[in-house]
């Protein structure tokens, strides 16, 4: 398999032949998407949203938007979550190794490896931060971390569960007089003057229904303290979360207008507690009254997270537009920085500076992964991503695999898609999907299959453009200068286990061209 097909792309990095006029020689760039953000958090005129793999902050008095990364001082790249603590002026960055990271006063970077150092049997994974004064609460797959954010050093590690069975926790909550823990199997609750609190026998579980026993509340995502009330939110599996309540005791509770949706948030602002659903951001008073509930931002949209700041302003970390700022008299823009759309990457091709990034794929069987991350491409020190929301000739379309620019005609840019068929893009603009009516290519002739699929793309010195049509009956077909098509049907090459099906193409300085697929070049 060619080396192209290998690299699994969590970040693209680009060296300075992409752009030497802006890096210096030698200096690297990093390039990183930051739709997908998971986690907000306000820290004084700051918000700081992170998506998987980037950290950006929007400095709410002069409008800028900066990004951080390795190359500004980060420890790591996938991060896990974030939370800012007024009380010490520290932010606090969790990544998904375990790694911390807090930057003091918004500047100095302090790097924490305590947990990651630590040999830990299982899942080691940090779920959620919980800030209580100078503290720390870290919601691990293991247990609760206690951070003193002030010293910068780890106080304590809770064990909770029944038994000798540490249960992972998702969210911690404190009502100031005990810290109450959701996890895997239950609600439990701990007294925060309890010197062992630290042994998982000083837990008490806190069943929502003591006699249950099928189907009972056990998953807890979620867990805020709210007007004197503790918020449990237990996850029962897709678009289906009850959320209970407990003062003295426990209840169903019934604020929640469509009570089964999946919450992927709680968190409390003020006098406010802020939901984020599946389909929106639902905002509550103190009487439970809910007076907002924020959904038309965006038709594709998945909130992640959100914060109330001063100003009522709402500030969205959703996982596929960005962040966004939602004004109270419902106006909004999505904040990000320029980078590409996700951090795919299969293929990439060059000319003139201006680089063409394919993200789709296909797994180990070369079944189609269904990727509709759509194009990339990054021109002038800006990304641009080409989709169907913005481009609707690419509607249905999927795994982009293969990308070859025009040698002698740079602006003229071909994709081949896994299923899909063959794309040309014409000075950044679609213009033409290439098929059986309209070229000689074919779908494949596999039974229980109607898709045409690219195997490889590249031009020749004479400016034809050679196609592998992987799992056809005519493999080869080019396509000259002058529009004509012409299909070749390459001799013992069967259709047997899959030997019809070709990964990519090169030719050699002798113009031959060399078809490389699964069992034969």
């Not at 797994?363 to 609707?392: E, L, M, R, V, Y």
């Amino acid at each position: 398999m060619n080396l192209k097909y290998k690299i699994a792309c969590f970040i693209l990095l680009l060296s300075s032949i992409v752009h030497s006029q802006d890096i210096p020689i030698g200096q690297w760039r990093i390039h990183l998407p930051y739709y997908n953000t998971i986690a907000v958090t306000e820290a004084k005129n700051r918000i700081y949203c992170a998506s998987n793999l980037g950290l950006f902050f929007y400095d709410k008095s002069d409008n800028r938007v900066e990004k951080l990364s390795k190359i500004s001082g980060l420890s790591d790249l996938q991060i896990s979550t974030i939370k800012y603590n007024p009380t010490v002026d520290k932010l606090m960055i969790c990544y998904t190794n375990t790694n911390i990271d807090i930057i003091v006063g918004g500047k100095q970077i302090v790097n924490m490896t305590d947990i990651l150092r630590k040999n830990i049997p299982g899942l080691k994974m940090i779920n959620r931060i919980s800030i209580s004064g100078n503290l720390a609460y870290l919601s691990c797959s293991f247990g609760i971390v206690v951070i003193n954010m002030a010293e910068m050093v780890v106080t304590d590690t809770y064990y909770v569960g029944l038994g000798t069975q540490n249960r992972q926790i998702n969210d911690v909550c404190s009502d100031g007089i005990n810290l109450w823990a959701a996890t895997d199997s239950g609600v439990y609750r701990g007294s925060l003057n309890d010197p062992f609190l630290h042994f998982n026998s000083q837990w008490t579980l806190m069943p929502i229904y003591p006699n249950c026993t099928t189907n009972c509340p056990d998953t807890f995502n979620h867990i805020v303290y709210f007007n004197n009330k503790i918020f449990a939110n237990c996850y029962f599996g897709y678009n289906n979360d009850t959320t209970y309540t407990f003062d003295t005791a426990w209840n169903n509770n019934t604020i929640y207008y469509q009570q089964n949706q999946n919450r992927k948030d709680f968190e409390v602002s003020g006098n406010n507690l802020i939901i984020a659903d599946l389909f929106g951001v639902a905002v509550f008073n103190t009487s439970f009254n809910r007076y907002r509930y924020v959904f038309d931002y965006s038709n594709t949209k998945q909130p992640f997270q959100a914060i109330l700041d001063k100003d009522n302003i709402l500030w969205i970390a959703d996982n596929v537009v960005g962040l966004v700022r939602y004004t109270p008299d419902n106006k909004y823009e999505k904040i990000y920085p320029n980078g590409p759309g996700t951090n795919a990457c299969w293929e990439m091709d060059i000319q003139n500076n201006n680089l063409w990034v394919m993200p789709g794929g296909y797994n180990s069987s070369h079944a189609p992964s269904f990727n509709q991350d759509g194009i990339f491409t990054f021109q002038n020190s800006t990304w641009t991503t080409f989709k169907s929301d913005n481009t609707p000739q690419l509607a249905g379309a999927h795994d982009f695999v293969h990308v070859a620019i025009n040698p002698t005609n740079p602006s003229q840019v071909f994709m081949g898609s896994w299923g899909s068929g063959l794309f040309e893009f014409d000075n950044n603009i679609f213009h033409t999907q290439y098929n059986t009516s309209n070229s000689s290519l074919q779908n494949t002739s596999l039974s229980n299959d109607n898709g045409l699929y690219i195997g490889g793309l590249t031009f020749d010195s004479a400016g034809n453009l050679w196609v592998c049509n992987s799992r056809a009956n005519n493999m080869l077909d080019v396509k000259t200068p002058g529009g004509t098509w012409y299909s070749y049907f390459i001799p013992n090459w069967n259709n047997n286990d899959g030997q019809k099906e070709t990964e990519n193409m090169v030719i050699d300085q002798s113009n031959q061209i060399w078809e490389i697929g699964r069992a034969h070049v």
